[in-house]
T-cell receptor
Framework: KNEVEQSPQNLTAQEGEFITINCSYSVGISALHWLQQHPGGGIVSLFMLSSGKKKHGRLIATINIQEKHSSLHITASHPRDSAVYICAVGESNYQLIWGAGTKLIIKP | DAGITQSPRHKVTETGTPVTLRCHQTENHRYMYWYRQDPGHGLRLIHYSYGVKDTDKGEVSDGYSVSRSKTEDFLLTLESATSSQTSVYFC???????????FGPGTRLTVT
């Protein structure tokens, strides 16, 4: 069993829909990361969080440490949000453990 | 954007030839990483460095070596490339292990 599981693997939605991507992990962590990889290949860090919730524009990331679960939400989705969203978890002084990614397509 | 460049960006090489990929940073971050990304797999760590001349293996290090003679440069070498090493290679940097990582643009390597 992978230590970091993302769901769904693929998600197609219509423009304007509210999007949720989930990440579950089985190890103790000090922080969880969400990253975005655009079709062109570039990888960008979106959030690093260890508790609660963070918001940046239309993106919201939440984490529940007790349940070992995090969600990434996108409000008012737009075709430019189409990308692969990657979850990674880390413990202090250890390397990040990466999820396989969720491929999101937003249709106009 | 963090100042990270990779060279070359694309390379096609033949089986058995040596290949070196370069990662250069201008952020003075202590940690540097090499990952490979393949369809159906997440990012997989090849090697990482925690300082000049200080490197360690990741989960898929067989067939790869690295060197870091300066803070800003981290080299990945395939001593004798194989077709299984066809992949997209990403370099990343971070201030501390477990902290936010900043990625380079990637190098697409094809071994024929």
């Amino acid at each position: 069993k992978n230590e970091v599981e993302q769901s769904p693997q693929n998600l197609t939605a219509q423009e304007g829909e509210f999007i949720t991507i989930n990440c579950s992990y089985s190890v103790g962590i000090s922080a969880l990361h969400w990253l975005q990889q655009h079709p062109g290949g570039g990888i960008v860090s979106l959030f690093m969080l260890s508790s609660g919730k963070k918001k940046h524009g239309r993106l919201i990331a939440t984490i529940n440490i007790q349940e070992k679960h995090s969600s990434l939400h996108i409000t008012a989705s737009h075709p430019r949000d189409s990308a692969v969203y990657i979850c990674a978890v880390g413990e202090s002084n250890y390397q990040l453990i990466w999820g396989a990614g969720t491929k999101l397509i937003i249709k106009p | 954007d963090a100042g990270i460049t990779q060279s070359p960006r694309h390379k096609v090489t033949e089986t058995g030839t040596p290949v070196t990929l370069r990662c250069h940073q201008t952020e003075n971050h202590r940690y540097m990483y090499w990952y490979r990304q393949d369809p159906g797999h997440g990012l997989r760590l090849i090697h990482y460095s925690y300082g000049v001349k200080d490197t360690d293996k990741g989960e898929v290090s067989d067939g790869y070596s690295v060197s870091r003679s300066k803070t800003e440069d981290f080299l990945l070498t395939l001593e004798s490339a194989t077709s299984s090493q066809t992949s997209v290679y990403f370099c990343a940097i971070s201030e501390q292990v477990g902290y936010e990582q900043y990625f380079g643009p990637g190098t697409r390597l094809t071994v024929t």
